[in-house]
Each structure stands twice: as structure tokens, then as C-alpha cells.
């Protein structure tokens, strides 16, 4: 069974999963919301902490961060990219050698965004683990959301996990056929490439068939459309976005105030 990729919904028996998923939506804009308009490091430091009690909750501790490992480079880039070259730079922490030199302030600003791009992202792969897309799409269909543009979103959530499925699936296959992936930076990307032929005739023949099946559903009709899965908006839904909002309003004020 191929491995969880960096977007998957599961499935399992909490709260946060039987909510509906505009709700977590309103969650999940208030806090990026909260992420760039918080004037203190700390604040964001507490905004992430926020999401512990939330995933245990949810029963995805373990998977909300577990992808963040896999984007760390990113971070280590960041704080190199900042740290050496920062422009407006003027505490000097110390002297590099080839003439380089590491600046005290372009690592606490490397420090404010990586924290911001942290909390996004844990709040981000919290929203994606626990909505399924089917019931997202739903729901803002229901708002108005144009039924076109909620395939696109339905198939965009589900590009990653179908990817990394097919991949894997692909690469167990020429594994058992006697392909070594093993070894150095190098010798991966040459046993790799022979996967992209397969990986990329695959993803034509899947959207040939996904088209077909569109066209089979009357999907262009101008008929009224109808959803397998349903949602509503429950008075615990009204409740979880009204103290949602007032939250990150006041927490927003407070942290300019003090």
C-alpha cells in the first residue's frame, strides 16, 4: 500500500471529522489571517501550539507533523538565505569564512517567517487530513461555489495522494523486476527516470478516463446537480465559527495593544 503523501484525508471517529468542513475552513483562514497580522514572535509561537490539543483530538498528532520533516530543507534554506544576505541586515553575529558573515537580525526575521510558514502548514495538513474533499466541494457548492469549479478543487486535493500512490506503485512494480533505487544522490536519479514514462502515460490514460466518465454523467448538462455526499451546517458549526472569529479579533487586538 503506498504511503501517506503530503495531502491525504483520513478517515477516523472524531469530532473534528464529523464537522463541516466550512467550518474548519473558517478555522484554517483565521489562523493564516492570525499568522501575518500578529506583531509579536511569541503570539505565533502560542498560535502553533494551538494545533496539539486540536490533532489529538482528531486523532492525527503524528500525521499533522510528520510532513513537515519532509519540507525541512526548505527552512534550512531559509535561514541560510536570510542569515548570509539579509538587506537590511546591520547586527553582525559573526565572520564567515570566504568573506561571508551571519547577521544576528536575518535570522530572527528567518525565524518570524519560518514560524509563520510552520503554522500554516500544521494547520494546513491538519484542514486536508481531517475533510474529505468530496465534502468540502459539497459544501461550497452549496454557498454558491459554480459545480466547474469545484471539481477543479476536488481534483487538485487529490493530485498529491493520487501521484504519490501511482508512483509508489510503479516503483514496487520495477523493484520487483530487479530495478535498484538504492544508493547515492546520483545513482536514484538515474534509476528514477526510467519511472516517468509510465508515471506520465498513466496520469493521460487516468484523465481520458475521468473525461469519459464526466461526459457519461452528463457533468455539462444545465440540469440541476445532485451530491453523493451530503453536509449541513449544524448550530455547533455557527458556534465553532462565531467564537472562532471573535477569537483571532481579539487575540489579533491584543497582541498590537500589549
Known sequence: ?????????????????????????VILLCVIIMSFTLSG??????????????????????LT??????????????FIIQGLFHPYATKKLMDLPFGFTLWEDGLLYAAYIASRLFVMMVFGYWFVLTTHPGDLVSSLTK?????????????????????????QTIIDAQRSRGLE??????????????LLGPLFMGSVQQSVEKSMALEARAFSSKGKKTSYRKTNITNMDKIIMTITIIFSITWGVLSWIL
Request: aromatic share 12%.
Open 41 to 62: 514572535f511569541v503570539y505565533i509561537l502560542l498560535l502553533l501550539l494551538i494545533i496539539i490539543p486540536i490533532a489529538i483530538k482528531s486523532k492525527v498528532l503524528s
Open 1 to 25: 500500500m503506498a504511503s501517506i503523501g503530503l495531502s491525504s484525508y483520513v478517515e477516523k471517529d472524531s469530532f473534528f471529522h464529523t464537522i463541516n468542513p466550512l467550518t474548519k475552513l
Open 65 to 78: 507533523f510528520k510532513p513537515i520533516f519532509k519540507l525541512s530543507f526548505m527552512f534550512i534554506l531559509l
Open 181 to 194: 533505487t538504492e544508493g547515492n544522490l546520483f545513482q536514484r536519479i538515474k534509476s528514477f527516470m526510467p
Open 143 to 167: 454557498i454558491g461555489l459554480p459545480h466547474a469549479l469545484g471539481y477543479i478543487i476536488l481534483t487538485t486535493l487529490q493530485i498529491i495522494p493520487r501521484i504519490s500512490g501511482q508512483m
